[in-house]
């Protein structure tokens, strides 16, 4: 229990999911630091996205675009933080943390 009822398989699905979603976009530009901290910063933006799906009271009964709309854009914006050029192999494709701020 975390916040408002027992864990059950389709919140432990929704998460393994989520934390793919993250990692996804950023695939071929992140190392697996940089997709380790993609999905540990970006689950309680998802999380917090779908408590407000709820107090909107809009339908979305497998939360699909809680997990995949809210998880693709900020997937897609931290792999502009955690983009790395050892694994892209070209400097202008690094993100912000390791050498390129300046495209924030």
């Known amino acids: 229990k975390v916040f408002d009822g027992k864990p059950g398989t389709f919140g432990i699905v929704s998460g393994c999911v989520t934390g793919l979603v993250l990692v996804t976009p950023g695939s071929g ?17 998802i999380f917090f996205g779908l408590k407000l799906k709820k107090r909107m009271g809009y339908d979305d009964a497998m939360d699909a675009f809680g997990v995949h709309g809210v998880g693709g854009v900020v997937g897609g914006l931290l792999t502009g933080f955690f983009a790395n ?9 690094t993100g912000a943390f390791y050498g390129r701020g300046v495209q924030v």
């Open 85 to 93: 050029d050892f694994i892209t192999e070209d400097e202008h494709k």
């Open 29 to 45: 530009y992140m190392d697996q630091t940089g997709a380790f901290m993609s999905a540990l910063l970006g689950t309680p933006v």
